[in-house]
């Protein structure tokens, strides 16, 4: 993950996944992007993201 010094950051699905559903390292993830200046992420980060989340909901039914 980032480091204090670091001005950007490269995001990927399961970072978000994490910090959404609230992991163990949620807050150190969240943190990191809300310091990085710039933020960069896959084009189909959303979509991937959107599954992720889909999947999960379908575990709890």
């Known amino acids: 993950m980032a480091t204090a010094s ?3 950051l ?4 399961s970072a978000v996944v994490r910090i959404i ?3 163990q390292n949620a807050a150190v993830m969240h943190d990191a992007v809300l310091a ?6 896959p084009d189909l980060m959303l979509t ?5 989340l889909w999947r999960l909901q379908q575990r709890l039914i």
């Open 6 to 8: 670091t001005s950007k």
């Open 10 to 13: 490269v995001l990927d699905a």
């Open 21 to 23: 559903e609230g992991s």
């Open 36 to 41: 990085a200046h710039l933020l960069l992420a």
């Open 48 to 52: 991937e993201v959107a599954n992720a």
